[in-house]
């Protein structure tokens, strides 16, 4: 009688599970409407505003204003300044070229505030401020984010 062969007990490799640490959370900020900001602003600079009629009024009404002193911490109606569309929303002028590039990506603040990864992402004086709303779906999709990794 044949000797029966025991079954050969197959072993199967353990998976390896490469741990990624999450993405860093990176709070979002809402840019602010401050005389910081409206100084720094490079939208006065934009071509998109460069040929304006009414953006250069505005600026021309904001240098008079700036140097007859303006109060520390004061800032004029959002629709009288010609700039900081990020924090303020769409422009009141109608006669911007959106023809022209957009140089937002340039300002500081688009780094530290992540304007890049908004919604809108450059064109504010076009398409308005970045809002809350963006923020609170931004948080989420990085919260998704890290959930996913967590579970790989």
Partial sequence: MPIAKKPTRVVKPK??????PPPAH???EKVPYTQENATMCICTRCPVQAESVCAKEKVRVMEA??????PEGMM???ADLSGLYCATGVATCKDLDFN???ICAGWPVWDKCKLGDSTPAGYFCRAG???NSDLRAQNRELRTETKAVRSM
């Fill in 15 to 20: 998976k390896v599970v490469k741990k990624v």
């Fill in 26 to 28: 990176v709070p979002v």
């Fill in 65 to 70: 204003m700036m140097a007859k002193g303006m």
């Fill in 76 to 78: 004029p109606p959002p």
């Fill in 100 to 102: 022209k590039m957009c």
């Fill in 129 to 131: 401020r970045r809002t």
